[in-house]
């Protein structure tokens, strides 16, 4: 009879399961998975929940052994297709990392081109790729059991959602908008100082991190709940923005390709 491993680690005295977690890249910046090795100052706490056991950004060593699968990037190759399924049959939990991961991210605005080989050829010029036309989501293809937003991710919302699924509490997202977090950071608005913003209809979670360093929202993490853009619009306009401003901003990352695709065919129509 063998003995049974003791665990490696406790959390306030009771025994820890470590969940063994990969990290994978499709097309993308890597960023993302950068921010989780930015934080220095609880890097070590956060690893004590988990076991990582594929971070090629991080380590040599590679396992196909594992719970959690935080996937970061769209799916722009063949070949990646295939590796998402490879993972999706291989973890119990895919975690949709960062806005390409979850919505196309930057990579998408390649989609609105009618000629997808004059966005190839501005990119890559003659060198051949093997790229499809489209940048799509990871759900595009597989099952997403939760998504991580932001371009990049927050680190410290990383961190609470992954000691969340470690602990095996549920994950809640906010939904409300950013500006209400920008209040609570007690920052002027952005409007006010000459420059347009998508706080009042863009997911909080990341602090306002963008207008609490002076630089208006993208809508990087997508629509809060009841995102009204009709009047986000209007609020646009108040300060004197065109409607082509809001749109540049609504295409940006994918997450508000419903709310770009009406205000794109309004302006066509004119
Ligand atoms: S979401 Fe942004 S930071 Fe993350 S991989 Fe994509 S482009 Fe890079
Ligand atoms: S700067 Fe942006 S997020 Fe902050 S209050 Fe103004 S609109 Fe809202």
């Not at 119990?92 to 989609?111: D, E, I, P, W």
């Not at 509490?169 to 998508?198: I, T, W």
């Not at 009047?231 to 401003?245: A, D, L, S, V, W």
């Amino acid at each position: 009879m063998t003995t049974p491993l003791l665990p490696e680690r406790y959390y306030l005295g009771v025994p820890l399961i470590r969940p063994k977690v990969a990290f994978f890249e499709l097309s993308s910046c890597e960023g993302c998975q950068l921010q989780i090795l930015n934080n220095e100052s609880s890097l070590l706490d956060f690893l004590a929940f988990l076991s990582v056991v594929n971070f090629r950004e991080a380590m040599t060593e590679r396992s196909d052994a594992y719970d959690i699968a935080f996937v970061e990037g769209s799916v722009t190759r063949n070949d990646e297709v295939e590796r998402l399924y490879a993972i999706r049959k291989a973890a119990k939990t895919v975690v949709a990392f960062g806005s390409c991961a979850c919505f196309g991210g930057v990579n998408q605005l390649k989609n609105r081109f009618t000629d997808p080989s004059y966005a190839r050829r501005q990119v890559y010029g003659d060198h051949q790729v093997d790229s499809n036309d489209k940048a799509l989501p990871l759900e595009a293809f597989v099952s997403v059991d939760l998504k991580i937003f932001g371009c990049p991710v927050k680190k410290e919302e990383v961190e609470r959602i992954v000691m969340n699924l470690a602990l095996g509490r549920s994950v809640q997202h906010p939904k409300y908008p950013v500006c209400m977090e920008c209040k609570a950071n007690s920052n002027n608005c952005l409007f006010d100082l000459g420059e347009p913003c998508l706080g009042p209809i863009t997911r909080g979670g990341c602090d306002s991190w963008c207008p609490n360093n002076r630089a208006g929202c993208w809508g990087c993490r997508g629509p809060a709940e009841d995102a009204n853009t009709r009047q986000m619009n209007e609020i646009m306009q108040k300060y004197g923005f065109p409607e082509e401003t809001l749109l540049d901003r609504l295409e940006c990352f994918g997450g508000f390709a419903k709310e770009a695709e009406k205000l794109r065919a309004k302006i066509n129509r004119g």
